[in-house]
Nanobody, 124 residues
Framework: QVQLVESGGGLVQAGGSLRLSCAAS????????MGWFRQVLGKERDFVAA????????YYADSVKGRFTISRDKDKNTVYLQMNSLKPEDTAVYYC?????????????????WGQGTQVTVSS
């Protein structure tokens, strides 16, 4: 069993920055991929970014490339999402996730565990 603890959400004006953190824990932690998705009421959960735990390879949605950066700390079993140049359309609930058998990182159904979500609101 894996548990995910998120932090860092909040309110920010357009052009500002936020950093989200997600700490994974579990007796048999073995996640190979960690990622971030976001969701707005009435819409599906959309891919934002992901990172391969072993290789460090990263993946980004086109809408956030050049603005968001995902990183990991192996010793802390933690992933971060640095969000810069935020736009109102980035407003959503952001969810941390982890999985160990993921072929397509952009599909939410591929992941095994999810955090509770943290609200990010960007005002204009």
């Amino acid at each position: 069993q894996v548990q995910l603890v998120e932090s860092g959400g909040g309110l920010v004006q357009a052009g500002g920055s936020l950093r989200l953190s997600c700490a994974a824990s579990g007796r048999a932690f073995s996640g190979e991929t960690m990622g971030w998705f976001r969701q707005v009421l009435g819409k599906e959960r959309d891919f934002v970014a992901a990172i391969r735990w072993s290789s460090g390879g990263t993946y980004y949605a086109d809408s956030v490339k050049g603005r968001f950066t995902i990183s990991r700390d192996k010793d802390k079993n933690t992933v971060y999402l640095q969000m810069n140049s935020l736009k109102p359309e980035d407003t959503a609930v952001y969810y941390c996730t982890v999985g160990d058998r993921i072929a397509v990182v952009t599909l939410s159904s591929e992941y095994d565990y999810w955090g509770q979500g943290t609200q990010v609101t960007v005002s204009s």
